[in-house]
């Protein structure tokens, strides 16, 4: 099949829900038109504003700073390390030869060194499922690392299968205030920076492609301990959708982001506040990231005991649905989703 955008070179990459297929250059064109029409249409950031991109190593985040390098935005890398063993450290190689190959800077936080949280050894402690302490610990870090570095602009590599099993799972339960938050541009407040999502217009595979075809390195595997976290399922069934029905993913997510987003988005406003003891806002006296800690800190519960229980407001309950376990009351960034 030739290249449907050039009609000259032979297609590498069929995009069906695009009626498109393309070649090589062609592809790595559309890659960067789709980033460029999210930032520019979503207002993410200026050409001159820097960004600190969150990079696990992984495809999507890799893919997300180097196309932003590529298409000369200032950025920075930001590492965290979650000591998951045999994730973690390969993961941190992947994001270090990145950043040295392309003289950029990374920004590393090692959550265990610096907290006392690997999160191993954090899930065990509290008896919480892995991703909600992960969770927890990431929207923490990304904007406590952003603010002291004088980052106004976090960037993830969220895509659209990403965002739509996010949705689809906040739809499921009817996760009114998540739906309300859940957009790839989250605008700064008080005590909080922006937060964005470049990549929501582009499928996994394209970035996987997209990796694949800038010789990225990353790392394959997924997070071991995300293993049956129910967005996985999800994704499952929007792929069975989306083969049957090419397009539908993408319907789904951009037609609520345009039509049905607004009704909730009003829907739940939440006050902020410094935490009494780290100064990250928070709804709660004490950030749940601080209570986290302290939890960690205390004596291990003995085997077989109840798990955390207490009442968990809206913010933490899809989260907790996700992943299995109930995440503190709260939360220090407002949450948009369902986390992995
Ligand atoms: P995940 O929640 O693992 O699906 O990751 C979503 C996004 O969060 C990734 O695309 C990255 O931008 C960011 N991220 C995930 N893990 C890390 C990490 N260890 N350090 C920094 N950013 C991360
Ligand atoms: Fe957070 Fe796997 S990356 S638990
Ligand atoms: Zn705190």
């Known amino acids: 099949m030739r290249c449907t955008r050039c009609r000259g070179q ?3 990459l069929e995009i069906r829900r695009h009626n498109a297929a393309y070649c090589e250059d062609c592809f790595l064109g559309f890659f960067r038109d789709q980033v460029t029409r999210a930032i520019e249409h979503d207002k993410m950031f200026r050409r001159d504003e820097p960004v600190l991109v969150a990079v696990s190593g992984g495809k999507d ?3 997300l700073w180097d196309v932003l ?47 006392g949280l690997g999160i191993a050894d954090t899930a065990q402690r509290t008896a919480r499922a892995p991703c ?23 960037a993830t590599g969220h895509n659209l299968d990403d965002e739509a099993a996010t949705l689809f799972g906040n739809v499921l339960r009817w996760q009114t205030g998540y739906l309300g938050r859940q957009a790839p541009v989250l605008p700064e407040e008080e005590g909080l920076v922006k937060k964005v999502k470049p990549l929501y ?35 499952d069934l929007l792929n069975q959708l989306e083969a049957a029905s090419p397009g539908s993913k993408q319907s789904f997510l951009l037609g609520f982001l345009d039509k049905a987003r607004p009704l909730f988005h009003e829907q739940e ?26 939890e960690v800190s205390r004596p291990r519960r003995p085997r077989g005991g109840r798990r955390r229980g207490g009442r968990s407001g809206p913010r933490e309950s899809a989260a907790a649905a996700a992943s299995g376990g109930p995440p503190p009351a709260g939360l220090v960034i407002p949450l948009t989703s369902v986390e992995s």
């Open 10 to 12: 032979e297609a590498c």
């Open 132 to 154: 909600s302490a992960c969770g927890l610990s990431k929207r923490y870090l990304f904007n406590k690392v952003a603010m002291d570095n004088g980052y106004r602009v976090i």
């Open 269 to 294: 406003e939440v006050e902020l506040h410094p935490c009494e003891r780290c100064g990250q806002p928070t709804t709660t006296p004490i950030c749940a990231f601080c209570r986290l800690r302290d």
């Open 69 to 115: 390098l590529e298409m000369g935005y200032d950025t920075a890398g930001f590492y965290i390390g979650l000591s998951i063993p045999g994730y973690s450290e390969p993961s941190r190689e992947k994001c270090e030869v990145f950043a040295e190959a392309r003289g950029a800077r990374l920004i590393t936080v090692d959550l265990e060194e610096e907290y």
């Open 61 to 63: 985040s890799l893919a």
């Open 201 to 235: 217009r582009l499928a996994e595979r394209e970035t996987a492609a997209y990796a694949v075809l800038r010789g990225i390195d990353y790392i394959v595997d997924e997070c071991p301990m995300s293993r049956g976290a129910k967005s996985l399922l999800y994704k």
